[in-house]
Each structure stands twice: as C-alpha cells, then as structure tokens.
C-alpha cells in the first residue's frame, strides 16, 4: 500500500528520449559540496560525492568491465554505504553507474573457476546482502544494463528511477546458473511470477517501459537526468525527519515478510513509537503553527 502511494507520489509524464548510451560516468556533471564522512574516502571501484545536502552519491565505477560486480566492488560498497548509514549528516543516498551500465552482472571472470565447496564454505555472495540492512533510504538511478546480479542490486536499493535506455534481466540461465542475490525472490515480489518465471527462465531483457509498466521501478525519467531526478528524490527525503524515515523504510520492508495482520500491527507500533520523538512534536506543531517543520532528527 504504502510502497504504491509511493510509486504513485513519484510518477510524472517526463518526455521520454532514446539516446546512444556510452561508458561516462553518470555523476560527473553534478556539483560537489562539503562532503560528509563516505564522500571524504577514496576507493578503486566507485565513487563517492556529496551532490546535495544530506545526499550521499554513490557511482560504481568499473567502466571497461561495464560495472561487473566483483568482491572487491562490492565490499567498497558496503563500506561506503555503513558510513552514510552512520553519519548524521546524510538522510539518503543514491546508487548509480554509467550511461552505459547500472551493473552488467556479477563479475562472471571472477566467478567462472569458483568451485563449489569453496563457495559453501565462505558463505560466496553472503557479504552482498549487507546491502539490505542500510536503514537509510537508497535511490537506484539506472542507465543501460542492469542485468543479473546488477538487476538484483537494483532490486535491494528502495527507490529505482530509471533512463530511458536502461535495460532489466536476469540472464544467469544463459550461464548455467540461476540469479543468487533474489532474483528468484524480489523479482518475483516485485513483477509477480509470470513475468519472474519469463525473465529468469528465458533471460529475456525488459526495457526501462517495460519495467516501469510491471512495477519493477518507479518510474522512468527523461535521457540525461536520472542522477539529477534520483538525487532530487534524496535530497526531498533528506530534509525529513530521519527517524520516521527509518521507521517508514521498516514498516514498508516488513510487509515482505509478515502477513497483513501482522505487518499492519507492526505498522501501528512503529506509529505510536513515534509519538516519542521531538520530531512528531515539531511536524504538528508546524502543521498548527502554518509554519515549515524544523526536523532535529531526535
Ligand atoms: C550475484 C548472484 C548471481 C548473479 C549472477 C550474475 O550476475 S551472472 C552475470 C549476468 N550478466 C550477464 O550475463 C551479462 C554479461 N554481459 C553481456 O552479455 C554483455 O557484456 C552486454 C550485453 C551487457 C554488453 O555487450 P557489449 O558488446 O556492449 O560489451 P562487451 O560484452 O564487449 O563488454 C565490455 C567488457 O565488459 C565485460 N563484461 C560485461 N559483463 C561482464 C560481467 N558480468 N562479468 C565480467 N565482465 C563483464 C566484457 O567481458 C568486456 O570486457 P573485455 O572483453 O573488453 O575485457
């Protein structure tokens, strides 16, 4: 329910324009501010800036390999975003890659020799989960490929804008595998199991239309601006009180998991829990006082 209204509060009629897509960095145009914390860090495999107060960008940045999504990327990523989870400063984040390709997949050269006692035994892909304990809110800009592993990270972020020319699928099948991140599992949520079972069993690609259509994303914005419209929706979150948001982004996760009773009692508890903080006292205040809400986060 929730996480419809949301779908419905983001969509727009943005002029739709195919372009040709490149390797470019999608973030390199946006203005850099004082950065927090993440943004102050160096790393070989993304990028990391502050585009707007209380934003974290975050730009995978493994070109020539179309992004694949290898060990060493990946636990910069986890790195990167625990500090944006950690730091005051930040409200959301954003999740991008190039014009070219969100992700092309899990690095298939790194993985392609792996045995399978090897990958019982250290738990393989177990650390790309961690991505889905961040209590901010994470915004997925895609362009061009977001295929296998990168439709799965996709997937584990809350928000996904997309460009016209991003690409969705779940090729594994191609491979002799099958998706490991939730393919199988938040595709099927997301788009229901027809179209899972097509996707993951033909490895058919679906256009930024098509996914947009089956619910896959949010919504599809104009050629050119999806780090500039995902940066938006941050920053518009980022001036919220960031404790309702954690508690929203928990009550909109959980009805993955419990049942309607239940979730809807979960909703009521994080409601009322609420009524703790500063926050609430501020929100109402303003709202009676015809003033703009001052959020301290406490
Ligand atoms: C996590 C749980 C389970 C998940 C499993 C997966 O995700 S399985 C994966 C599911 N994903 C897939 O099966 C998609 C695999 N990728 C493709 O099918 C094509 O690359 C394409 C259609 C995306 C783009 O075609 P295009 O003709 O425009 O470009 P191009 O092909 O020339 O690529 C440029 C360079 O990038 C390289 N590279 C690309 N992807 C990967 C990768 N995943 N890995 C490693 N490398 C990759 C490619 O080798 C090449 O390097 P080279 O040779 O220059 O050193």
């Not at 993304?46 to 990946?74: H, W, Y």
């Not at 099948?173 to 938040?186: E, K, M």
């Not at 998991?257 to 609430?280: H, I, N, P, V, Y």
Request: aromatic share 6%.
């Amino acid at each position: 329910m929730l996480a419809s209204t949301v779908r419905t509060a983001l969509r727009t009629s943005a002029p739709r324009v195919a372009a040709l897509p490149s390797t470019r960095n999608l973030s390199t145009s946006l203005p850099r501010l004082s950065s927090p914390a993440a943004a102050a860090k160096e790393y070989q495999n993304i990028l990391v800036s502050s585009p707007a107060k209380g934003v974290t960008l975050i730009t995978l940045n493994r070109p020539k390999a179309l992004n694949a999504l290898n060990s060493a990327l990946f636990h910069e990523l986890n790195e990167a975003t625990e500090i944006a989870d950690n730091d005051p400063e930040v409200g959301a984040i954003v999740l991008t890659g190039s014009e070219k390709a969100f992700a092309a997949g899990a690095d298939i050269k790194e993985m392609k020799d792996k045995q399978y006692a090897d990958a019982y035994k250290t738990n393989f892909l177990g650390h790309w989960t961690k991505l889905t304990t961040v209590r901010k809110p994470i915004v997925a800009a895609v362009s061009g490929f977001a295929l296998g592993g990168g439709c799965e990270l996709a997937m584990m972020c809350d928000i996904i804008l997309a460009s016209p020319t991003a690409n969705f699928g779940q090729p594994e099948i191609n491979l002799g595998v099958i998706p490991g991140a939730g393919g199988t599992q938040r595709l099927t949520k997301a788009v229901g199991k027809s179209t899972a079972m097509e996707m993951v069993l033909t490895g058919r690609n679906f256009s930024a239309d098509d996914a947009e259509r089956r619910g896959l994303i949010s919504r599809v914005v104009r050629e050119g601006s999806v780090v500039d419209e995902a940066v938006k929706v941050a920053s518009t979150i980022a001036k919220k009180g960031q404790i309702a948001v954690q508690a929203a982004k928990e009550g909109v996760n959980a009805s993955f998991e419990l049942s309607l009773q239940e979730g809807t009692r979960f909703e009521r508890r994080l409601f009322q829990s609420l009524f703790a903080t500063k926050d609430q006292k501020e929100g109402m205040a303003a709202f009676a006082e015809k003033r703009k809400a001052n959020f301290t986060h406490e």
